[in-house]
């Protein structure tokens, strides 16, 4: 919303400055979003005389002027056809800077001829396109002065952008209105003398659609002559950026702005018939004021004659019955539309006009009369004409909202202190009438232009035990609320006193439960281990998501913001990996990446995953041979995140049916007993390495941490020192190749588990000494004595154990 | 007596040490102690002297071993010192070389930001809460108080799902508001909790992100007013920025789910951009009242409970505080962003240690 400062004190009677006045707009709600005084741009600008306009001696169509600015002559040239002498005209003095070329000016010599200024256009001025020739002034304007004072330029602008609840700051009077409550100055009354007009209007309302419309006035104003719009309107809407049109739509467009009125007025010499209807869509087009067409269904307010659709009710007026420089015979519309109705039809046909934005945030309904009056006297005035009865349909609708204050909870809810009789006070200035006052509160009227207090209750409720009693609470509560934020707002938050919360207890309990905490160290574990942190999309191309296992329609969103952004991942990998293939486009290899994300497998499953991908491979060194990143790290990156999770490793088992996205040889899950998938890790496919650009090799993991279980809070069970020490004895079975190591692992442990502290595989060995097929792998047993150390037949006994089990569960013999 | 050619020849093998290495002074060694040593000798004839003269050349004998014997080993230990003095010398490493490498890892700012948030948060009673990314339209919008044909809804541009939740349309939450509702459906007040999360909202462009990070704030108790509001929201962005005198400015705004709404500004410069310095406000997060309809949308009634709710972005306050430029980078994860913005590993956020 636009307005200048001198159109705001039309309104307001105020020794305000500009920045006590723009202070207050963010202060109480109306936030400034800019001020711009175009006066200060053009302060160089002066109006001044041509007094000569030679041809220019060496160029034809160049000429040479003599200027008077009001200090002497001084010598221009000038390229402008409409150039003569004796026309008054605005003059850049030399250092002038010209906004709509961007230069400054200085003085020169064009073709031999000096040149102390230039005369210029409204285009070099920055204040339109208009460049067939510089600024025509009338001979009354006065010589030396200042252009942008005489021509009103100096009044600076201010913007604010109105919150979707305040219809009624939709215009300079509301925001008057709200300036004079915060003590900023007095509102001035609006009260236009009722014209009733003679004789029928020439249309009549036929009202088919009154949901849409309840009530609508107008009345046709006959033997006008329209044409351009005086000065100080002209100047009005040019000010807040609108382009003048004629007399009639330029009047419409003031009262939507100055009233927050939308009008409409049509040329009634253009209407097919005697009757105007309001009624619903049936499909039809028709070309609007904004020059595009326009096709209404059966949920949209049309205006329509006998021959058509002639307007989109409230949101944009129709070509074919616009008014224009012939136009004698007008009628003019002042209605009153449904608010969701408009919002919804503006919404679908995506047409965003002035009118739209008032009638869909509630304009004052009970202001139809007098504003219709206004326009008419307005239109009179600078028109002419003779105006008709007002012809109706529909009735005034009811407006008796109400709204009650206790004034304790001006403390009690707003923190605030403030004596009973301002906070009445302020009601009253935005318009509240007392209807009933005691010592404990006040019960006030609610203006009709305020559509946001003490609405209708709008509730949603779930489908829970209190509903009843809390949506009564609301009932009550929510008008006083309104009014509450009323004499909150206006008095300046600034001034309610800060109080810290109180604490329930010096020490505060953990703000996350044991399972949240877990994901800040599984961070931390991973970015200690040398990985980069990363926060990559949630959505991604459905073809990639498809690389990483599935992509459901369900999963699929329907606006998304670009094809490669459409589809839920099925895994935070997904995006890892693009993001790690653009690292390596870039030429940067070596590194690892996590994230700990959402992974999305249904619209109602979401769970959290840690995971990870490692690139290319250590980095170069002189001390240690740089070595690519394999299976094992991201083994290892997984293990060490459930480790600090506090999953016992020795329950962690592995089996070999990772997702298709690993490469099948190198790739496995972790297990928690048969069912509870805690992890899996491997080298990725070649496939999608190559099908991303991933360098080929590339190692992953992924950590499904809803899976793992918090970890029991119990003391750990007693630690007992041996004082006597391990014995190590190394074992080598061959076993067939498709054993798994960890099988062996495990049967040596479980030989004898009392004694057994540690098992080691140190090395796999397979080639010449071992038959086709089979493979040796090597272990270090570690025996630990507790009371006494072993004696040798006890450690044959220990030793024999070991080799029978391996044999037994996976094969495996001793070998030679 | 000793005879002068014992003291002559022993002096000569004394003299004869300081050149000798480890063989030439068992040598020595041996031709004076040894089983056939002149020493050995001489000390076995004494038995055969008469009492007198034994120990008069036994005292003589035992001075002669004793300094060979001191005299060797400090030959010895002279030789050990050169040894090791040029085994050293020969292990010898040019230590300005760099060490073994070891890759860097870091914690990203959003995390980070979060870990702070919550331990400013946590310390005034909050408890953390989380919910799905996926919503239905309910929880996202008609609990909150803003019907299907609100101007507000329009304003959130909202990413829907090819997909329905229990008959209503699945869309991304545009904001983390919607825990809000699911923890008082669940949780009778007092209630004081936090929700950070991702959000998306249908936009794309140097200040806007599709997705992007929210800590919703919300506290419901008895007596809670809009003065604990602001010194809840002055406290935290005094701890988070680390400026006990930052300015802070409350002013009247709208959302349909609180009333009345604010928005808060920082004191800071818009030239430099430094915080809480400088004339100029910066606009940093929305709050209000919760909105009396929302509470009772939830089973609430707003006779008995009130409080007050606050959004904060993530990504704009990281930015403010660590003077990162670029919105996009956040999640481009360009690995020498990530080094260079990223948080140390093991200095998670703590109060103690300061935020």
Redesign the interface.
Known sequence: MKFTLSWLKTWLETGASLGQITETLSAIGLEVEAVTDRGAALAAFVIAEVVEALPHPNADRLRACTVNAGGGHVSVVCGAPNARAGMRAVFAPPGAYIPGSGITLKTGEIRGVKSEGMLVSFRELGLGDEHDGIIELPNDAPIGTAYAAWAGLDDPVIEVSVTPNRGDALSVRGIARDLAAAGLGTLRGFAPPPITGEGAASVVWDNQFEAACPWVLGRSISGVKNGPSPEWLKTRLESVGLRPINALADITNFFTLDLGRPLHVFDASKITGNLLYLRAGQGESFMGLHGKPVTVGAEDCVIADAAGVQSLAGIMGGEATGTDDETTEVFIECALFDRVRIAQTGQRLGIFSDARQRFERGIDSQLLPAALDAATAMIMEVCGGRPSLVTKAGARPDWRRMARLRFDRIASFGGAEMSADDAVASLEMLGFTVQARDAQSVRVAVPSWRNDIAQPPALDQADVPNAAIAAAGAAEIEPEVDLLEEILRLRGLDAITPVSLPVEAAVASPAMTPKQARNGLARRVLAARGMLECVTFSFLDHNVSGLFGDAPESLRLANPIAADLDQMRPTPLATLALAAARNAARGLGDFGLFEVGPAYTGAAAQALVAAGLRVGGTALSAITAPRRYDVWDAKADALAVLAALGMPLEAVTTSLDAGAYYHPGQSGVLRQGPKTVLAAFGTLHPKLCARLDLPGGSVAFEIFLDAVAAPKRRGKAPLVLSPLQPIRRDFAFLVDKSVAAESLLRAARGAARQVISEVVLFDRYEGAGVPEGQVSLAIAVTLQPMEKSFSDAEIEGFSAKIVADVAKKTGGVLRG | MVAEDLEMSLAASLAAMASLDAAGLEDVRLQWLGKAGILTGRLKALGAMTPEARKAEGAALNDCKERLNQALSARRAALDEEALAARLERERIDVT????????????P??RTL?EI??I????????K?G???EDD?HAF??L?I?G????R??MDT???????GNRP?L?RPHTSSVQVRTM?TQAPPI?I?VPG?T?R???DATHS??F?QTEGL?IGR?I????????L??FLRMFFGNPALPV??????F?FT??S??VDIGWNRKTGEIGKGGDWLEILGSG?V???V??????????F?GFAFGVGIERITMLKHGIADLRL???????W??HY?AA??S?AMLHEGV
């Open positions: 070389a760099p060490a073994r490498p070891e890759p860097v890892g870091a914690i990203h959003i995390s870990e919550t331990a948060f946590g310390a005034m009673g909050f408890t953390v989380e799905p990314d996926i309910w008609g609990a108080n019907p044909h609100h101007p507000a329009a304003m990413f829907y799902l090819n997909a329905s939740l699945a991304l459906l004081r936090i991702r998306y249908s936009d794309h599709p997705m990070h506290v007596d007013t809009l003065g604990h509001l602001k010194g809840c002055i406290d400015r409350f002013r009247a705004s709208y349909p009333e009345p604010m928005e009242m909105h009396p309809n509470l009772a949308n939830c089973g609430i009634d707003p006779r008995e009130q956040f999640y481009e994860s360009d690995v020498r990530l080094r990223g590993p093991l998670p």
